[in-house]
């Protein structure tokens, strides 16, 4: 089955850009109907959706973070990756990467989110 | 940008008891919404798509409930391993989807 894994630095540098990447396996990252999507929970609270990137490159995001993010993937090394700039330590959270389905099921449309990765946490401080 | 509200944000309750959820969206969202578990140290795990929709291999205990801007997810009888936080989630107004800020299941 599908597993994802998200990695890098578990602490940025306030005004720094943190990056991270997702490594997709067991299946195609090319699939049809399947957004690569970043979701981050802050420490002790709810959850919060990033963006998420199409195979093709097509990408959407939260509008609250969209002058700061960017999401790029590579299809050829089946990973999608991060770029979160200016960061603070608002910005402090546990990193998750996950595949969203969007389409119809039963002719209707659905969104989920499944499976997600184990997550990692980011830590912004000097 | 609609704003999911759960409540209550902790729920005791005993094994093998029923256990009821609620959650609210600030505007209609007809039945585009999902519910995950989150147990500590784990990523969510998709329980409800569908507003009702037990996603593959989710037990029959767990059901959801609701349309428009009231929602419930039930669990009829709970298991030891149940006891976890849940977050709704919606999709019918994006970007961005939004969660609910999670119900912690406690053992009573």
């Known amino acids: 089955q599908v597993q994802l894994q998200e990695s890098g630095p578990g602490l940025v540098k306030p005004s720094q850009t943190l990056s991270l990447t997702c490594t997709v396996s067991?299946?195609?990252?090319?699939?049809?109907?399947?957004?690569w999507t970043w979701i981050r929970q802050h420490p002790g609270k709810g959850l919060e959706w990033i963006g998420y990137?199409?195979?093709?490159?097509?990408?959407y995001y939260n509008p609250s973070l969209r002058t700061r993010v960017t999401i790029s993937i590579d299809t050829s090394k089946s990973q999608f990756s991060l770029k979160l700039s200016s960061v603070t330590a608002a910005d402090t959270a546990v990193y998750y990467c996950?595949?969203?389905?969007?389409?119809?099921?039963?002719?209707?449309?659905?969104?989920?989110?499944?499976?997600w990765g184990q997550g990692t946490l980011v830590t912004v401080s000097s | 940008e609609i704003v999911m509200t759960q409540s209550p944000a902790t729920l005791s309750v005993s094994p093998g008891e029923r256990a009821t959820l609620s959650c609210r969206a600030s505007?209609?969202?007809?039945?585009?919404l999902a519910w995950y578990q989150q147990k500590p140290g784990q990523a969510p795990r998709l329980l409800i798509y569908?507003?009702?929709s037990r996603a593959t291999n989710i037990p029959a205990r767990f059901s959801g409930s609701g349309s428009g801007t009231e929602f419930t997810l039930t669990i009829s009888s709970l298991q030891s391993e149940d006891f976890a936080v849940y977050y709704c989630?919606?999709?019918?107004?994006?970007?961005?989807?939004?969660f609910g800020q999670g119900t912690k299941l406690e053992i009573k």
């Open positions: 996950a595949r969203q389905f969007k389409g119809m099921v039963d002719d209707t449309p659905v969104v989920w989110f499944d499976p």
């Open positions: 505007q209609s969202i007809n039945s585009n």
């Open positions: 989630q919606q999709y019918n107004n994006w970007p961005p989807y939004t």
């Open positions: 990137i199409y195979y093709t490159g097509n990408t």
């Open positions: 569908g507003a009702s």
């Open positions: 067991g299946g195609s990252i090319s699939s049809g109907g399947y957004y």
